[in-house]
């Protein structure tokens, strides 16, 4: 739809088959265009323009979305009562609506909104075109600028799970011991972990050798993190090592305790 016209049209108006996102951004599009004051728009010259452009699509045998027919029957509408002749005010009547005003308004919100999206466009989101790898992760090669970065499911955590799991020592058969660590004093050191760091890994998250308690403490810990979206659980490659990567105000040690969740788990 980029493609330009040849054909001239009257009044040395050209138009081109660019993209729209709907029949208010083609107005906005005639009225800068034309430059043209948003609050005296002439209806005149802007419905010839736009049943012209609605002509060239047909031309070119492109399908009409049924949101500028919409319109252009709205523009003809207002123009024909542009056309009315107006009331004398000396005959004490209230001062009619301009047949504008309603248009007006939905050009003036649409460009709000469409400045809007266009400035926070312009703003960088994190992840989204760079991602920093942080010092000490082996498992993305070296020649790798930009590592892809992939959320983790509830599979890949249960087998990181077992293979703690099988490391640990077993206790002994029908064993039973309170654990000393509760998932309180867990969420705790981990937020304490998580603090000024980009990412931890997975095994970093527990004690060197850990028992088997402390492993499913901590891992339910990391659980309750992702559930309250403080973290997330990334791999940079498929099948390699999982990574927590706290959110902001976690990194910036805003978060210390975890009011009424860690006090849950008493």
Known sequence: MDKLLETPTPAAYQVHLESFDGPLDLLLHLVHKNEMDIYDISMAQITRQYLEYLDQMKEHNLDIASE???????????????????????EGE???????????????????????????????????????????????????????VHDVGVYDLVKALRELLEEAPAPPVHAVSKSALTVAQGLRRLLARLRHKEMVSFRDCFAPSPQRDEIVIIFIAVLELVKLQLCRVVQLNQKGTLYLYPAESVRRGEVERLEGVDHGYQ
Do not use: C
């Not at 252009?72 to 123009?79: D, E, P, V």
């Not at 504008?100 to 649409?110: D, G, S």
């Open 68 to 90: 500028f027919l919409v319109m252009a029957a709205t523009l003809m509408h207002i123009k024909s009562r542009m056309l009315l002749p107006r009331r004398d005010p000396d």
């Open 94 to 148: 209230e001062d009619e609506i301009d047949p504008r005003a309603e248009l007006v308004q939905r050009l003036l919100e649409y460009r709000r909104y469409k400045d809007g999206a266009e400035q926070l466009e312009g703003y960088p989101q994190l992840n989204r075109d760079v991602f920093v790898r942080p010092d000490g992760i082996e498992d993305v090669a070296e020649d790798d600028p930009e590592p892809m």
